[in-house]
């Protein structure tokens, strides 16, 4: 009797062995899901192995209850990736392969559900004699002059799902499911082919001439026209009739990249993956790639989990975004599982940015990766202009110096447009008692509540707690209470009293949060005229602004002094990534910086030198420092409402002598210690050798799952963490 280990969504790592039936019409398969009787609960789970023995006395074994799919849901080399990815980022694999699922299969659906069905007379239906019900004839009729029709096709002509459904019942007609794989035999439709400049003519060339699995860093300055280097090494991949992965680091990005493609590519079967698709859409993407019906995926990080029918190329962009990394649950990267799989399938993979992260840019210093530099805009013969403004003893309101006013002035005077930034939403981060300092702090979290006044709010933007203001200070009484502090809320009303007649668009969570809205605002902000955009981060993923010839930023100074090792790195980033939104239209932009510290050598040296030479000097503080990406790091974190149950908790898991190989440091409050009433509290986990560092997790976990404390806490392991806090 053959034996199944079987995966299920359960907090443990290990599988658990299952009889299955006998005399099965088809081989039963490691990927394929199940129904099991699970701890007196039925539960859906994915068959890691077929044996014929088990550690387990075979009498006392359950039977399973039901086998879902007659071919596996997961191929093997994405089952491959996927227990990869449990075992490098020390998660249950049963949660793991569940969360890679689209939520329709992870229900047991059909995979077929969404998919485009057909409709088409039986033998026994071309040959049946006239119906007595009139809309049943009538769909007969309808099929025997149109051949096989799309469900709904015949829905939008009246046709009821009534009389459909009963005449599939009497075998008058079948329906069926049929994949749309002709684009892979058509000629490839190729339009608006841009002319590559030698730079990008190098890069196609080198990336073209690869053979097999090779990683390429492509670190193009903004406006270097990396994306065009993409489309043109895609032709090839399509032209091969094989298929590809675009990841994106968020939704925000999805809409205007997915155009650029679809105008390039006009006849190829294009697909999306993101958070706002509906469960039917993803479940139809999933399979429309699994049957090879689509050409190219454009989705952010969990669309590394798709199946495809014959990947040829694998494409990160912007790949230093933090958006690629999960921040809960299974905690992996989108960018190192995409190096994994292009390795796995021995194909391309190309990580494009104009600010890499340091982890990815040191592999291309060792000559792990190989590095194509694009160092020229492609449409701009100037580089933008920096302007550091020193913001000691500088007239200002609402955030925004005197001299910043009179800049914004001028260039809406030449019908351009103005990028204020400032990465800090709401109107202002508290609100201050000017007689007793009161603060709006938030009860359960230990930081501030940001004041909302379009909506009159006080919200946490941590624990999600939200209040009205108060008219009286709760400590003193007394009514004087202000704004302290600025958000880009407060920007865009004081912009709009300074400019009356300028439209100003506001881009941050709040104001896209409907659907279309981000769209909408981007089309607005793509019409000619003087405007003045208002945001945050969001304004600095990608888009393509081509009237914009000022960037403010605003601010500048929080990302200098910080606990996270990381904080120059990502402000630099922040930095390049805002000021590239200046100068697209073939005109040198111009970048202020407010800052008071107008002297700091991480400033000094980007607007002088640029992002390349300042990561490779950051690099070498990194070596000196011993921090990543010269050593392996872990961070494992524990909450829970009595903070004395997670100090006791994490200091049994600090050994009495020290560990040959690994340090740790801790237990330690994490930056924010407290978040919607739970105490937090985080141990750093390091290593110089990474194999060292996951022999010890592995031990670790294998420990907390025996221990009685590690219930009564929330606890999380987070391997190559990008967020300390």
């Given at each position: 009797m053959k034996i199944a280990a079987v995966s299920i969504k359960v907090p443990l790592h290990k599988t658990f062995d299952y009889l299955l039936p006998e005399h099965l019409p088809f081989d039963v398969a490691p990927g394929m899901r199940v129904i099991v009787n699970f701890a007196r609960q039925k539960k859906i789970g994915i068959i890691i192995e077929v044996k014929n023995e088990s550690d387990f006395?075979?009498?006392?074994?359950?039977?399973?209850?039901?086998?879902?799919?007659?071919?596996?849901?997961?191929?093997?080399?994405?089952?491959?990736?996927?227990?990869?990815?449990?075992?490098?980022?020390?998660?249950?694999?049963?949660?793991?392969?569940?969360?890679?699922?689209?939520?329709?299969?992870?229900?047991?659906?059909?995979?077929?559900?969404?998919?485009?069905?057909?409709?088409?007379?039986?033998?026994?239906?071309?040959?049946?004699?006239?119906?007595?019900?009139?809309?049943?004839?009538?769909?007969?009729?309808?099929?025997?002059?149109?051949?096989?029709?799309?469900?709904?096709?015949?829905?939008?002509?009246?046709?009821?799902?009534?009389?459909?459904?009963?005449?599939?019942?009497?075998?008058?007609?079948?329906?069926?499911?049929?994949?749309?794989?002709?684009?892979?035999?058509?000629?490839?439709?190729?339009?608006?082919?841009?002319?590559?400049?030698?730079?990008?003519?190098?890069?196609?060339?080198?990336?073209?001439?690869?053979?097999?699995?090779?990683?390429?860093?492509?670190?193009?300055?903004?406006?270097?026209?990396?994306?065009?280097?993409?489309?043109?090494?895609?032709?090839?991949?399509l032209k091969q009739g094989k298929q590809a992965l675009v990841l994106v680091p968020e939704i925000g990005l999805t809409p205007q990249t997915v155009n650029r493609f679809r105008r390039r590519f006009p006849d190829t079967p294009i697909m999306l993956w993101h958070s706002a698709l509906t469960d039917n859409e993803r479940l139809q993407t999933w399979r429309f790639c699994e049957k090879g019906s689509c050409a190219i995926v454009i989705g952010t990080r969990s669309a590394i989990f798709t199946p495809f029918a014959k990947l040829g190329m694998i494409i990160v962009d912007e790949e230093h975004d933090n958006s690629f990394k999960q921040q809960d649950t299974l905690r992996y990267h989108a960018r190192d599982l995409a190096a994994f799989r292009a390795h796995q399938l021995q194909v391309p993979l190309i990580l494009g940015s104009a600010t890499p992260a340091l982890e990815t840019l040191h592999k291309a210093?060792?000559?792990?990766?190989?590095?194509?530099?694009?160092?020229?805009?492609?449409?701009?013969?100037?580089?933008?202009?920096?302007?550091?403004?020193?913001?000691?003893?500088?007239?200002?309101?609402?955030?925004?110096?005197?001299?910043?006013?009179?800049?914004?002035?001028?260039?809406?005077?030449?019908?351009?447009?103005?990028?204020?930034?400032?990465?800090?939403?709401?109107?202002?981060p508290t609100l201050i008692c000017h007689e007793c300092g009161w603060l709006s702090d938030c009860e359960r979290c230990s930081t501030n509540a940001t004041y909302h006044k379009s909506i009159q709010s006080l919200i946490c933007h941590h624990c999600g707690d939200q209040k009205p203001p108060p008219f009286q200070c709760p400590d003193c009484g007394s009514t004087q209470i202000m704004p302290a502090g600025k958000g880009t809320e407060q920007i865009e009303e004081y912009l709009h009293e300074q400019f009356p007649d300028i439209p100003i668009n506001r881009i941050d969570r709040e104001t896209t949060r409907k659907k279309g809205s981000l769209e909408q605002a981007l089309t607005e902000i793509n019409t000619s005229g003087p405007r003045i955009l208002v945001g945050t981060q969001m304004l600095a993923k990608g888009h393509h602004f081509p009237d914009v010839s000022l960037v403010i930023i605003l601010d500048v100074d929080s990302g200098l002094y910080s606990c996270d090792f990381r904080a120059t790195e990502h402000l630099a980033q922040l930095i390049i990534q805002v000021s590239g939104r200046a100068g697209r239209s073939g005109e040198a932009g111009q970048v202020l910086l407010q800052t008071h510290f107008p002297e700091h050598p991480?400033?000094?040296?980007?607007?002088?030198?640029?992002?390349?030479?300042?990561?490779?000097?950051?690099?070498?503080?990194?070596?000196?420092?011993?921090?990543?990406?010269?050593?392996?790091?872990?961070?494992?974190?524990?909450?829970?409402?009595?903070?004395?149950?997670?100090?006791?908790?994490?200091?049994?898991?600090?050994?009495?002598?020290?560990?040959?190989?690994?340090?740790?440091?801790?237990?330690?409050?994490?930056?924010?210690?407290?978040?919607?009433?739970?105490?937090?509290?985080?141990?750093?986990?390091?290593?110089?050798?990474?194999?060292?560092?996951?022999?010890?997790?592995?031990?670790?976990?294998?420990?907390?799952?025996?221990?009685?404390?590690?219930?009564?806490?929330?606890?999380?392991?987070?391997?190559?963490?990008?967020?300390?806090?």
């Amino acid at each position: 009797m053959k034996i199944a280990a079987v995966s299920i969504k359960v907090p443990l790592h290990k599988t658990f062995d299952y009889l299955l039936p006998e005399h099965l019409p088809f081989d039963v398969a490691p990927g394929m899901r199940v129904i099991v009787n699970f701890a007196r609960q039925k539960k859906i789970g994915i068959i890691i192995e077929v044996k014929n023995e088990s550690d387990f006395d075979i009498k006392k074994l359950k039977k399973v209850d039901e086998i879902l799919d007659e071919i596996p849901i997961l191929q093997p080399h994405l089952l491959a990736l996927l227990k990869f990815a449990a075992k490098y980022y020390c998660y249950p694999l049963g949660e793991t392969l569940q969360i890679a699922l689209p939520k329709l299969l992870r229900q047991g659906k059909s995979p077929d559900k969404t998919s485009i069905s057909y409709l088409e007379l039986t033998e026994q239906g071309k040959a049946h004699k006239p119906l007595k019900g009139k809309k049943q004839q009538a769909l007969v009729e309808h099929l025997l002059g149109s051949g096989k029709t799309p469900i709904t096709e015949l829905k939008a002509l009246g046709f009821a799902s009534q009389t459909i459904k009963s005449l599939i019942n009497n075998k008058v007609i079948h329906e069926f499911i049929e994949f749309d794989e002709q684009w892979q035999s058509r000629e490839l439709s190729v339009q608006n082919r841009l002319t590559l400049n030698s730079e990008q003519a190098v890069a196609c060339a080198a990336i073209n001439q690869s053979e097999g699995y090779k990683t390429f860093l492509l670190e193009g300055i903004t406006g270097s026209g990396k994306t065009e280097v993409y489309l043109q090494v895609l032709e090839q991949v399509l032209k091969q009739g094989k298929q590809a992965l675009v990841l994106v680091p968020e939704i925000g990005l999805t809409p205007q990249t997915v155009n650029r493609f679809r105008r390039r590519f006009p006849d190829t079967p294009i697909m999306l993956w993101h958070s706002a698709l509906t469960d039917n859409e993803r479940l139809q993407t999933w399979r429309f790639c699994e049957k090879g019906s689509c050409a190219i995926v454009i989705g952010t990080r969990s669309a590394i989990f798709t199946p495809f029918a014959k990947l040829g190329m694998i494409i990160v962009d912007e790949e230093h975004d933090n958006s690629f990394k999960q921040q809960d649950t299974l905690r992996y990267h989108a960018r190192d599982l995409a190096a994994f799989r292009a390795h796995q399938l021995q194909v391309p993979l190309i990580l494009g940015s104009a600010t890499p992260a340091l982890e990815t840019l040191h592999k291309a210093l060792a000559n792990k990766y190989q590095l194509l530099t694009l160092a020229n805009r492609a449409q701009t013969a100037t580089d933008n202009q920096y302007h550091l403004l020193d913001m000691k003893g500088q007239p200002e309101e609402a955030g925004i110096a005197k001299a910043s006013l009179d800049t914004i002035k001028l260039h809406l005077k030449k019908q351009k447009q103005v990028m204020v930034f400032l990465n800090r939403r709401g109107f202002s981060p508290t609100l201050i008692c000017h007689e007793c300092g009161w603060l709006s702090d938030c009860e359960r979290c230990s930081t501030n509540a940001t004041y909302h006044k379009s909506i009159q709010s006080l919200i946490c933007h941590h624990c999600g707690d939200q209040k009205p203001p108060p008219f009286q200070c709760p400590d003193c009484g007394s009514t004087q209470i202000m704004p302290a502090g600025k958000g880009t809320e407060q920007i865009e009303e004081y912009l709009h009293e300074q400019f009356p007649d300028i439209p100003i668009n506001r881009i941050d969570r709040e104001t896209t949060r409907k659907k279309g809205s981000l769209e909408q605002a981007l089309t607005e902000i793509n019409t000619s005229g003087p405007r003045i955009l208002v945001g945050t981060q969001m304004l600095a993923k990608g888009h393509h602004f081509p009237d914009v010839s000022l960037v403010i930023i605003l601010d500048v100074d929080s990302g200098l002094y910080s606990c996270d090792f990381r904080a120059t790195e990502h402000l630099a980033q922040l930095i390049i990534q805002v000021s590239g939104r200046a100068g697209r239209s073939g005109e040198a932009g111009q970048v202020l910086l407010q800052t008071h510290f107008p002297e700091h050598p991480l400033l000094q040296d980007l607007i002088n030198n640029g992002y390349q030479d300042f990561a490779r000097y950051a690099l070498t503080e990194r070596e000196v420092t011993e921090f990543p990406p010269y050593t392996a790091m872990a961070l494992f974190r524990a909450e829970a409402h009595d903070i004395q149950l997670v100090l006791d908790f994490l200091n049994l898991l600090i050994p009495e002598q020290s560990l040959h190989g690994i340090q740790l440091l801790g237990p330690i409050p994490a930056p924010l210690e407290k978040i919607a009433g739970k105490f937090r509290y985080q141990i750093h986990i390091q290593s110089d050798n990474r194999n060292n560092l996951h022999q010890y997790l592995s031990q670790l976990v294998d420990y907390l799952s025996k221990s009685k404390l590690a219930a009564k806490v929330r606890w999380s392991l987070d391997v190559d963490p990008i967020d300390m806090a």
